[in-house]
């Protein structure tokens, strides 16, 4: 079956610093991944949509510049935490799509993130 | 942004028992998923629907695309400890970019 593998698991950081996040699907390509954030107890929610060779769509009222997206190969996108606050900490989930169209989407086991 | 309506939002039954939960929306989807998160971990796919009435089984999961294709039943057969944990429906329609809509989740507890 399709995995997607995240990277790292768990992070902690101070503050003002930067934290990269690699997603990577291991037995497809992918053209589209999906950034998520979870917090305790809630539903995913999406961030942004990460484009291969182009930009990233971000949802509305997340922060472009604080939320780097690089989806730079087929089976790689990579998230980068700009400038991190303690409210930036969060769990982080990637998912990617299998094909095109209806497949279902596959997520990685997400990432940590505390910032101190 | 737009969610789905998701229930129960938590059950806590005895092992052997059968569960159900679903889901429901105001709009027409074309697409339904299951997924199952557990603690500290991304959600996985437990089953995927893409037609009105398909009914599609995986092991003690059953999982219904209704027809009014406005909403769908998950059911688990016979629990055990294992099924711990919580539920997402998620659903799709083409007239939204084909973003995934998420339920709020069902937290399933199960006693031994």
């Known amino acids: 079956g399709a995995v997607v593998s995240q990277h790292p698991s768990r992070v902690i950081c101070k503050s003002g610093t930067s934290v990269k996040i690699e997603c990577r699907s291991l037995?497809?390509?992918?053209?589209?991944m999906f950034w998520y954030r979870q917090f305790p107890k809630q539903s995913l929610m999406l961030m942004a949509t990460?484009?291969?060779?182009?930009?990233?769509?971000?949802e509305q009222g997340v922060e472009k510049d604080k939320f780097l997206i690089n989806h730079a190969s087929l089976t790689l996108s990579t998230l980068t935490v700009t400038s991190a606050h303690p409210e930036d900490s969060s769990f982080y989930i990637c998912?990617?799509?299998?094909?095109?169209?209806?497949?279902?989407?596959?997520f990685g086991n997400g990432t940590r993130l505390t910032v101190t | 942004g737009q969610q789905l309506n998701q229930s129960p939002q938590s059950m806590f039954i005895q092992e052997g028992e059968d569960v159900s939960m679903n889901c429901t929306s105001s709009?027409?989807?074309?697409?339904w998923l299951w997924y199952k998160q557990d603690p500290g971990e991304g959600p996985v796919l437990l089953i995927a629907?893409?037609?009105a009435g398909e009914l599609t089984s995986n092991g003690r999961l059953t999982a219904q695309f209704g027809t009014t294709r406005k909403d769908s039943f998950l059911n688990i057969s016979a629990s055990i400890p294992s099924d711990v944990g919580i539920y997402f429906c998620?659903?799709?329609?083409?007239?939204?970019?084909?973003?995934?809509?998420w339920g709020l989740g069902t937290s399933l507890a199960v006693n031994p």
């Open positions: 998912s990617a799509r299998e094909g095109r169209g209806n497949s279902p989407l596959h």
């Open positions: 037995d497809f390509q992918a053209t589209t």
């Open positions: 990460s484009n291969e060779g182009s930009k990233a769509t971000y």
């Open positions: 709009s027409i989807f074309n697409t």
């Open positions: 629907l893409y037609k």
């Open positions: 998620a659903g799709r329609n083409a007239g939204n970019n084909r973003k995934l809509i």
